[in-house]
C-alpha cells in the first residue's frame, strides 16, 4: 500500500487552523505593543501586563471566576453523576428518553433565555443578586451537560457487570461505588472539565444573574471593552488563553491516564 | 438422601407484567456436588432459572429453597451460589488478581489470606502468572477462566455457569468442557450449567434437565435422557432420531411400518397407539432381504465419522440412518436393529406418568 496522502489536506487543515487562531494571536501580539490602539504595532513592552497584575480588583475578579468555576464544576458533577444515574435506572424506556429530552432541551435553549429566567427566579424568591445567584445559575447549566458526559458510558456498561458484583456479595453501596464509579470516572472527568469551561467563559448568563459588587471574566471584560480600548484587556486575554491550554494539556493527560486503565483495587 | 439436598424450587411461576408465564409451575431439587444441566431450545427459560437460584429476580409463585429454607426474599449478595455469567462480567477497571479478589475484599478477607486464596484459585483454572494483566490483554478462553476462578474463590455451595462456552470456538470448547469438567470433580462443588448444545448436555452432565417453553419436559442422566426421551420433543431434541407411529399388540411386542417388532417396553393398554424411537446409529444397513425392514435410499451425506443415509420405507416413513458403510442413493436397502434399540413413547404421557409405568411393569417382570 503506498501511502497517497497528498498535500491537499495538509494545507487545506493549516488554513482553518490559521483563521480559527489568527484573531487571538492578533490579539495576543498586540498585548505587548507599547501603543494604546490595536493597530500600529509600536514596540514591545511588558506594561500592559504589569497593568494586569497590579489591578487587584481585576485579580479579586479572576480568584471570583476561579472559584465560581471550580465550585459549580465540582457541585454539578456529583449532582450531574447522580442524575445520570437516575435516569439509567429508570426502567421504562418512554420515561427514560423523555428526561433525557428534557436535559438536552436545557443545553440547546439559549444562554439569555435561561439568564433571564434565572433573574425572574432569583427576584421572586429573593435570592441576593451576587457570588451565590451566579454560582447556583452556573450549577444549573452545567448540570445537563455532566449527565449528557456521563450516561452514555453508564449505556455501555453490560448491565451484568452490576449483576455480578451483587453475585460476588457487594452491597448496593459496593457496586455503585467499586464498580459503577470507577467504570465511568472517564465520563466524570470529561463532565467535570466541561462544566469548568462551560462556567469560565460564560457570559449571558452571569450578566443577567451578576449583581453591583461582583462580576465574573467575561462580564468585567465585556464592561471594560465597553468602556474604550485598553490593551490591558489584551494582556488578560492572553493570560487567560495560556492558562486553558494549561488546561487542555492536562486534561490530556488525564484522559490518557485513565484510558490505560491504570488498575485502581478495590482495596479499602 | 435428603439432607443431600441444596436447592429446591416448588412449583416456580415466573411471569413478566401480563405476558404468558416464562416459567411454568417448575419443581426440581438440587443435591450437593453434582453436575446439572439446564438444556433447552433459546428463550425456553433457562437464563431465568438461574437469575431465580441467583436471585437477581423473584418467582411470581411457588418457592424457592435453600437448605429448607425459603429464599425468595433474600438478596443476590446474601446467597450462597455464584455465576459465571455469558459474556463473564469480568470488571474492566481492575486487573486479573483484583477481579478475583473482588468477592474476597467485599468479605473484608485479611489481604495474605486474600493472596493465597485468589492464586490457590487461578492455580486450579491454569492461571497462574497471570494476576497482573489486564483483563483486556486476555484471550476468551481465559477470560472465562478468570470467571470460573472469581466464582470458585469464594467456595460457594453451588456454580451457576450460563452458556460459558458458546462464544469460544470448537476446538477450545471441548478442551473447556473437559476441563470443567474435571474442576468440578476436584473441588466437589454443585455446578448448574446452562447449554442450548446437546452433545454438551451429554458429555458432561450428572443429569439433565430438558426444558421446553417453561416447563421441565424431562430429568435425568444423560443415557437415561437419551435412551428413554419421554416425548416427541425430547427425543428430537436430544440427539437425531427416527420417529415413527406405532400401535402396542401386547407388552413386548409393538407393530410399526406394517410389521411387528419385539421389544423391552411394557405397561401400555393393548393395541395404543404409540410412537417408537429409534436413534439412527442403532440401525445397521444389511442386505434388503436380511434386515428387519426396508428402505430406498433417498440421499447419502458424508459427515466424516459417518454417513448420514435418509431414505423411506414402502409405508413411507423417513428413516435416517449413521453408518460407516457407505450406500448408493436409489439402491434398496436392509435396516437391522435390536430389540433394545426401540424405545416406545407413550402420547402425552408426563414424566410423572412415565416413572410410574416404568417402575409398575418392571415390578411385575420381577414377580414373573
Ligand atoms: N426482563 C424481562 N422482561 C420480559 N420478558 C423477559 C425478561 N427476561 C426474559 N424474558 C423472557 O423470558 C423468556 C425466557 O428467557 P430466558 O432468558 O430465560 O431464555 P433462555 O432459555 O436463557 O434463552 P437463550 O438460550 O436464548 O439464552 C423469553 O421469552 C424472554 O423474552
Ligand atoms: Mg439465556
Known amino acids: 500500500m503506498k501511502k497517497k496522502n497528498g498535500l491537499g489536506p495538509k494545507i487545506y487543515l493549516a488554513i482553518v487552523f490559521v483563521i480559527l487562531y489568527a484573531p487571538i494571536f492578533y490579539l495576543m501580539v498586540y498585548s505587548f505593543s507599547s501603543g494604546d490602539k490595536m493597530y500600529n504595532f509600536e514596540g514591545f513592552t511588558l506594561n500592559h501586563y504589569k497593568e494586569v497584575l497590579q489591578d487587584t480588583r481585576l485579580l479579586i475578579i479572576v480568584l471570583n471566576t476561579l472559584v465560581i468555576a471550580l465550585l459549580s464544576a465540582a457541585l454539578s458533577t456529583i449532582l450531574g453523576v447522580c442524575g445520570a444515574l437516575a435516569i439509567y435506572y429508570v426502567r421504562k424506556l418512554r420515561t427514560q428518553n423523555s428526561l433525557l429530552t428534557l436535559n438536552n432541551v436545557l443545553i440547546v435553549s439559549s444562554d439569555v433565555v435561561i439568564g433571564a429566567s434565572f433573574l425572574l427566579l432569583f427576584t421572586i424568591v429573593g435570592v441576593k443578586l451576587g457570588f451565590v445567584s451566579v454560582l447556583l445559575s452556573h450549577i444549573a447549566f452545567s448540570v445537563p451537560i455532566v449527565v449528557l458526559m456521563v450516561l452514555p458510558k453508564l449505556n455501555e456498561m453490560s448491565p451484568t457487570l452490576i449483576d455480578a458484583a451483587r453475585d460476588l456479595g457487594a452491597s448496593r453501596w459496593d457496586t455503585l461505588s467499586k464498580v459503577i464509579l470507577p467504570f465511568i470516572t472517564p465520563g466524570i472527568f470529561a463532565g467535570f472539565f466541561m462544566a469548568l469551561t462551560y462556567s469560565l467563559d460564560d457570559f449571558a448568563v452571569t450578566f443577567f444573574v451578576t449583581g453591583n459588587g461582583f462580576s465574573t471574566l467575561s462580564v468585567e471584560i465585556y464592561s471594560r471593552a465597553r468602556q474604550g480600548i485598553s490593551l490591558s484587556i489584551n494582556a488578560l486575554s492572553t493570560l487567560i488563553f495560556f492558562a486553558t491550554m494549561m488546561m487542555v494539556i492536562g486534561y490530556y493527560f488525564i484522559a490518557k491516564r485513565n484510558q490505560r486503565g491504570a488498575g485502581m483495587g478495590v482495596g479499602k | 438422601m435428603a439432607d ?95 477481579n478475583v479478589a473482588f468477592g474476597l475484599r467485599i468479605k473484608g478477607c485479611k489481604n495474605d489470606e486474600i493472596k493465597r486464596k485468589v492464586l ?25 477462566r478468570v470467571a470460573i476462578a472469581r466464582a470458585i474463590v469464594n467456595e460457594p455451595e453451588v456454580i451457576l455457569l450460563d452458556e460459558p462456552l458458546s462464544a469460544l470456538d470448537l476446538k477450545l470448547r471441548t478442551e473447556m468442557q473437559y476441563e470443567l469438567r474435571e474442576l468440578q470433580r476436584r473441588l466437589g462443588i454443585t455446578f448448574v450449567f446452562v447449554t442450548h448444545d446437546q452433545e454438551e448436555a451429554l458429555a458432561m452432565s450428572d443429569e439433565i434437565f430438558v426444558l421446553n417453553e417453561g416447563n421441565i419436559e424431562q430429568s435425568g442422566t444423560p443415557t437415561d435422557i437419551y435412551d428413554e426421551p419421554i416425548n416427541r420433543f425430547v427425543a428430537d431434541f436430544i440427539g437425531e432420531s427416527n420417529i415413527v407411529p406405532g400401535v402396542m399388540k401386547e407388552d413386548y411386542l409393538v407393530q410399526c411400518a406394517g410389521k411387528n417388532f419385539d421389544c423391552v417396553d411394557g405397561g401400555f393398554n393393548r393395541n395404543e397407539q404409540v410412537e417408537i424411537v429409534i436413534r439412527p446409529e442403532d440401525l445397521e444397513i444389511t442386505l434388503p432381504d436380511q434386515g428387519k425392514l426396508r428402505m430406498k435410499v433417498d440421499s447419502q451425506l458424508f459427515r466424516g465419522v459417518h454417513y448420514e443415509i435418509c431414505g423411506y420405507d414402502q409405508d413411507g416413513n423417513e428413516w435416517l440412518v449413521h453408518s460407516t458403510k457407505k450406500a448408493n442413493v436409489g439402491e434398496e436397502i436392509g435396516l437391522y436393529f435390536d430389540p433394545e434399540a426401540i424405545h416406545v413413547m407413550r402420547l402425552g404421557e408426563t414424566e410423572e406418568e412415565f416413572d410410574k409405568r416404568l417402575e409398575a411393569y418392571s415390578e411385575a417382570t420381577h414377580a414373573d
Open chain 2, 4 to 98: 443431600q439436598t441444596i436447592i429446591r424450587f416448588e412449583n416456580v411461576t415466573k411471569q413478566y407484567d401480563q405476558d404468558p408465564a416464562v416459567l411454568n409451575d417448575v419443581s426440581f431439587s438440587i443435591e450437593r456436588g453434582r453436575f446439572y444441566t439446564l438444556l433447552g431450545p433459546s428463550g425456553c427459560g433457562k437464563t431465568t432459572i438461574l437469575r431465580l437460584i441467583a436471585g437477581f429476580t423473584e418467582p411470581t409463585k411457588g418457592n424457592i429453597y435453600f437448605h429448607e429454607k425459603v429464599m425468595n426474599d433474600v438478596p443476590a449478595n446474601k446467597r450462597q451460589v455464584n455465576t459465571v455469567f455469558q459474556d463473564y462480567a469480568l470488571f474492566p477497571h481492575l486487573n486479573v488478581f483484583e
Open chain 2, 120 to 144: 490457590e484459585a487461578l492455580r486450579f483454572v491454569n492461571l497462574v502468572g497471570y494476576e497482573n494483566r489486564e483483563i483486556k490483554e486476555m484471550s476468551g478462553g481465559q477470560r472465562q
